[in-house]
């Protein structure tokens, strides 16, 4: 069976699964910019302040995002947003800060290979909180095309063994691998909760909230473990080009990720990341010299068809009418239902299918 059969079967046109594919491809080679950019600040210029580049990114999201937050009107409001929900996303910040911190900061106890494998557990938070929190379900293609994914992953630590790129000290590597495992609970979190709010309220309403504590509070973890190092770093034209790099990509991928989670989901941009590492490494055979191996390009293409998998068919959602649809329209019309009688639970498609109409507010007497 090809491609376009299978797509038929699944009700998933080759356009949407190509577009799919493609979007979750272009935020891999803005990682991939943060990653070349981040070695040449450390390698080349020892520059080691990752706190102070993510400060960076946040204040451009403020600038951007929270401004126009704080100019519109009504319940749009900054101001508005803040009053209902401000300590969500205070505590969304923080999580989103440290899991950036926690997987940079994992390269100095751990090797490359670790990294890149345990950082893989973010596949598994993200779908367990989809199920239980956004309801998301599964099925048998999906879980083939995550398994598949991993598969390629690991061909690619492998080669990484073979070839010797073992990068990292590695000197007590319990602690770096907790770092890592830590750092990509958070990030699970943090992608789940993103993809509830890009769903039920806004992208821009996120970025700004985002851009708001996160600058805030990385600015007081800068001001407390990092300006020591910022104050060693030998400022000339080129680290300053580097440093604008790393955060035009990081600026890059915060504004396009809600786009292509709203488009996908949480686990199918997180399963399409695997082969940011494989770009970086392409760039590296001639930035640095990298050993080559076979087995690259067959994890290359290993993680691809996981993801044409994964992407081939769409997911569903479980939604409970008397909770989720409440939520989703606010200021919609207003149906009742009867007070007695059992409730069946509807399913919505979302992933890679149209739109759904909007359905009524409803209210159960």
Not at 335 to 355: F, H, I, K, N, R
């Amino acid at each position: 069976m090809d491609t376009y059969s299978l797509c038929w079967l699944c009700g998933v046109g080759v356009g949407e699964l190509l577009l799919s594919v493609a979007l979750g491809q272009v935020l891999s080679l803005l990682i991939c910019g943060i990653g070349l950019t981040s070695k040449y600040l450390s390698e080349d210029f020892h520059a080691n302040t990752p706190v102070f580049q993510s400060f960076l990114n946040y204040i451009l999201l403020f600038l951007v995002y929270t401004t126009t937050l704080a100019v519109r009107q009504g319940e749009e409001n900054l101001l508005a947003i803040l009053k209902r929900r401000w300590w969500k996303y205070m505590i969304l910040g923080i999580i989103d800060i440290e899991a950036n911190y926690l997987v940079v900061k994992a390269y100095q106890y751990t090797t490359l290979t670790s990294v890149q494998l345990l950082d893989c557990f973010v596949i598994p938070v993200v779908i367990l909180l989809s199920w239980f929190f956004l309801l998301v379900r599964y099925k048998a293609v999906h879980f083939i095309g995550i398994v598949v994914c991993i598969l390629g992953m690991g061909c690619m630590a492998g080669a990484d063994v073979l070839v010797g790129r073992q990068q990292g000290a590695g000197e007590n590597k319990l602690i770096g691998d907790l770092l890592v495992l830590g750092g990509a609970t958070l990030y699970g979190i943090s992608n789940v909760c993103e993809e509830y709010i890009v769903r039920n309220l806004s992208r821009v309403e996120f970025l700004g909230m985002i851009g708001l504590f996160g600058s805030f509070f990385s600015g007081i973890q800068l001001a407390i473990m990092e300006h020591k190092e910022l104050l060693k770093v030998p400022w000339d034209w080129q680290i300053g080009l580097l440093y604008v790099g790393f955060s035009a990509c990081m600026f890059g991928l915060y504004s396009f990720m809600p786009v292509v989670i709203k488009k996908t989901s949480a686990t199918a941009v997180n399963l399409s990341l695997l082969t940011a590492d494989l770009y970086s490494l392409f760039c590296g055979l001639f930035l640095f010299n990298y050993k080559f191996s076979g087995l690259y390009l067959l994890s290359f293409f290993t993680i691809l068809v996981g993801l044409v998998l994964y992407s081939s068919t769409s997911t569903y959602v479980a939604q409970d009418p008397r909770v989720y649809k409440q939520f989703r329209n606010p200021s919609g019309p207003v149906v009742d239902l009867p007070a007695s009688g059992q409730l069946e639970p509807s399913v919505t498609y979302t992933s890679l299918g149209q739109e759904t109409e909007e359905e009524p507010h409803v209210r159960v007497a």
